[in-house]
Each structure stands twice: as C-alpha cells, then as structure tokens.
C-alpha cells in the first residue's frame, strides 16, 4: 500500500514504512505527540498489526485522560478565581 501526495509532483510516492518511520521518529523527538499516535493507531490499524494498534489507541487515550484532568483543573481554577473577584 503506497500513500501519494496530492499536491505538487505526482511521481512523490511515500510506502506505509515510510509514514511509519518518519512517526516513530516524531514520538522520539517528543513522546507526547498525541497526533504521531493517533496516526500510528490508524497506521497498524489498516495494516494490520493488532497489537501495535491497540499499543498506540491506548496510549492516545491516557494521553487524552491526562489532558482532560490538566484541563479540567484550569477550568476550576478560573471559576474559584472569578467567585473570588
């Protein structure tokens, strides 16, 4: 299976290993790159490999765990700190 760029030159022709190379690199550059997982969740998806799938579907959702909880304690910060004004 072959991903094509749409844009520019239509000879540019990238593999899956490709894609999932250049996302592995990303994670190592920064391991909370929620969008190198979720893409790598579709990658093994489709691929398959249902393990690797379900490693990077699951990371996506504690990641996305943590950021409710970081978002939902800013929420209750500013509500506290409005009640005080």
Known sequence: MLIQQDEGDS?????LEDAEK????????????????IELAHLYDIIPNPPEALKY?????????RIELEMTEI???????????
């Open 11 to 15: 000879d540019l022709v990238y593999s």
């Open 22 to 37: 250049c996302l592995l690199s990303a994670l190592e550059i920064n391991d909370q790159d929620i969008d190198a997982m």
């Open 57 to 65: 579907a699951s990371l996506v959702l504690d990641e996305l765990k």
């Open 75 to 85: 929420c209750r910060d500013n509500k506290n700190s409005e009640m005080e004004m």
